[in-house]
């Protein structure tokens, strides 16, 4: 494809269709302003404003990403789900208030302490007895969880958003804990954009520590036949699995 000089400017992919919309973050607001603050739950815009003064906040999931949640797991009728991963619980909370009334999220983390500043909030909105919240380590609750055959294809859903180093070891109990057809979301799949940043690029220390383990866990999943995936350039970006087999 021959360049554009329109402007004095290239092409900047050359993939047929390619629409390059977040070309600016005036545009990313205006997506907030139009379509997700004035759908925003009061009990989630309430725990964004907490969330925001926390020193961690950069740990949150973005608000676009939370309304894309709750309508997803609308989309598939998810009951039975797990989050591993909570920080102050914004995630939690959209999923906890998109779950019929006896839905359950099976919710990990390994701070406690962060999940209590959103608790209030999440009481205060009625979804807590959702909650099974377990702090600590989430492998050993998977391994414990697979021990059991009944668990096996158990989970409508789940959402990871935890120690990117473990995303593989948590993909590889979670395709016998989800059921064909479930869905498993995991999040920071683009890493601040440092998927293609060059390897000597100036990066902070842990956008480069995590960054090899997120490539890693971007070609397995492109690679894996259980699943059929679409990796979305929402928040820090998502891929969305659906268990095929």
Known sequence: MASDSKNGEQHRHQE???????????????????SVY?????????????TAKHPWNLMTTSADEGQFLGLLLKLINAKNTMEIGVYTGYSLLATALALPDDGKILAMDINRENYEIGLPVIQKAGVAHKIDFREGPA???????????????SFDFVFVDADKDNYINYHKRLLELVKVGGVIAYDNTLWNGSVVAPPDAPMRKYIRYYRDFVLELNKALAADDRIEICQLPVGDGVTICRRVK
Do not use: F
């Not at 047929?16 to 139009?34: C, F, N, P, R």
């Not at 004035?38 to 907490?50: N, S, V």
């Open 38 to 50: 004035p759908r925003e739950p009061e009990a989630m815009k309430e725990l964004r404003d907490i």
């Open 139 to 153: 492998l050993p609750v998977l391994d414990q969880l697979l021990e059991d055959a009944k668990n096996h294809g």
């Open 16 to 34: 047929v269709g390619h629409k390059s919309l977040l070309q600016s973050d005036a545009l990313y607001q205006y997506i907030l302003e139009t």
